[in-house]
């Protein structure tokens, strides 16, 4: 079974020839195990066309996927969340996901193109105070890696937000700094790191680090 879900304003052909896939390549964002990220071209507009190849695959991911949908139908929902929250980010055209026996075994998804760049070290202040409002209307930005805040006309769009209810409170904001400050290689000094919330936030930091490398060394050994 197919579903289709689109932007109430998207035009009814541009989802026909996305979904025929009649658009031109720009060129590949990104493509490696994870996910395939393509800028598109339909009539003279460009669009971002992204299939999470990994989570299409994973077992677990499919399982989930009768109870939360496809990544693609989730990444197209926090799209339309980050706008409803005041913030800035691209404009989800469509998702779209195949399923079998209600669960999900293929998706993609369709977004506006951002023309601006990912944020570098000299736009930190810039990402720092988005982060900051993330926080003080309760949320958590959920991959606050430097990346993934692109910087266009001086202002600041958030790509890849989870934008989840904060049930962590201090400490998750100050892990999402530590994530941060890791991402662009420099440290950070716009919160107290003496506190409790922060010595909490570390830890967990370094126990997800461990947890990724003993992963790796096991895939390492599966090959």
Not at 58 to 74: A, C, D, P, Y
Not at 150 to 162: F, G, H, P, Q
Not at 165 to 192: M, R, T
Request: proline letters at 2%.
């Amino acid at each position: 079974m197919e579903k289709i879900l689109c932007n109430s304003e998207a035009d009814f052909n541009l989802v026909n020839k996305i979904k025929k896939e009649e658009f031109k390549v720009i060129k590949d964002l990104k493509n490696d195990d994870r996910s395939k990220v393509t800028l598109i071209d339909i009539d003279g507009n460009k669009y971002v066309y992204k299939i999470p190849k990994e989570k299409n695959k994973r077992i677990w991911q499919r399982i989930t996927s009768l109870i939360r949908g496809s990544e693609s139908k989730r990444e197209y929902e926090n799209y339309l969340r980050i706008k409803e929250n005041g913030f800035k980010g691209p404009v989800p055209i469509m998702y779209w996901e195949r399923k079998n026996f209600g669960i999900c075994v293929d998706s993609f998804l369709v977004s506006s193109y951002l023309s601006g760049k990912p944020a570098t070290q000299k736009n930190l202040k810039l990402v720092e105070k988005e982060l900051r409002k993330i926080h003080a209307r309760g949320y958590l930005h959920g991959d606050s890696q430097l990346s993934n805040f692109i910087v266009e006309n001086n202002e600041i769009y958030l790509i890849d937000a989870k934008l989840m209810k904060n049930k962590y409170g201090k400490a998750g904001e100050a892990y999402e700094f530590i994530y941060l400050e890791e991402s662009c290689h420099k440290e950070i000094d716009v919160y107290d790191k003496n506190t409790l919330s922060y010595k909490l936030a570390k830890i967990l930091n370094s126990y997800l680090h461990w947890i990724g490398r003993v992963k790796k060394a096991i895939r390492g050994k599966e090959r």
